[in-house]
């Protein structure tokens, strides 16, 4: 069955960098965007952008052009999001979905918890 | 920028029916704009019910559809359930981006 499966929760002081994985099984990573998305706490959902390990295209948000980068490793089935100089409303859970054939979100990793503060 | 509206909140008895809306604040929502839904109760990743306005996903009840209603997409729960209670999210496909609706939070009682 398809799972996404993403990396423990991280803590980082503003201005730093933080890199969250998300590691794919049941399908292969190639056939499938991937999309990442994130939840202030209280907040509603926020789609940050997608990559595809097919063809290395990627579109990112507007609100997050120029900080955040989404690249993946596919001999290890793994997607990565790197998110730039962050600032305390960058504090969130971030979650990885697959994207499928009709432009939504089919299936969802588990949610990473990002903290920022000094 | 796009802004994809919903109502904040909505209540609903039990074995009601009860249809959430999904909106643009310019323009009209069509199929291609390939609305989806999603459920997200608390401390839980979202849950897809509905893709492509009214496909639903794999094991969604069938009391859950979706429709476009004039100029909005809607989601529709029949027969509603206690454990409906939830943050319900739209999301469409605008220019290449997905942008999401604020979400709806529904109450059953």
């Known amino acids: 069955q398809v799972q996404l499966v993403q990396s423990g929760a991280e803590v980082k002081k503003p201005g730093a960098s933080v890199k969250v994985s998300c590691k794919a099984s049941g399908y292969t990573l190639t056939s499938y965007n991937i999309n990442w998305v994130r939840q202030a706490t209280g907040q509603g959902l926020e789609w940050m952008g997608w990559m595809n390990p097919n063809t290395g295209n990627t579109g990112y948000a507007q609100n997050f052009q120029g900080r955040v980068s989404m690249t993946w490793n596919t001999a290890i089935s793994t997607a990565y999001m790197e998110l730039n100089s962050l600032t305390s409303e960058d504090a969130a859970v971030y979650y990885c979905a697959r994207g499928n054939w009709y432009h939504a979100l089919d299936f969802w990793g588990q949610g990473t918890m990002v903290t920022v503060s000094s | ?109």
Do not use: M
């Open chain 2, 1 to 109: 920028q796009t802004v994809v509206t919903q109502e904040p909140s909505f209540s609903v008895s039990p074995r009601g029916t009860v249809t959430l809306t999904c909106g643009l604040t310019s323009g009209s929502v069509s199929t291609s704009h390939y609305p989806s839904w999603y459920q997200q109760a608390p401390g839980q990743a979202p849950r897809t019910l509905i893709y492509s306005t009214n496909t639903r996903s794999s094991g969604v009840p069938d009391r859950f559809s979706g429709s476009i209603l004039g100029n909005k997409a809607a989601l529709t729960i029949t027969g509603a359930q206690a454990d409906d209670e939830s943050h319900y999210y739209c999301v469409l496909y605008v220019g290449n981006d997905l942008v999401f609706g604020g979400g709806t939070k529904l109450t059953v009682l």
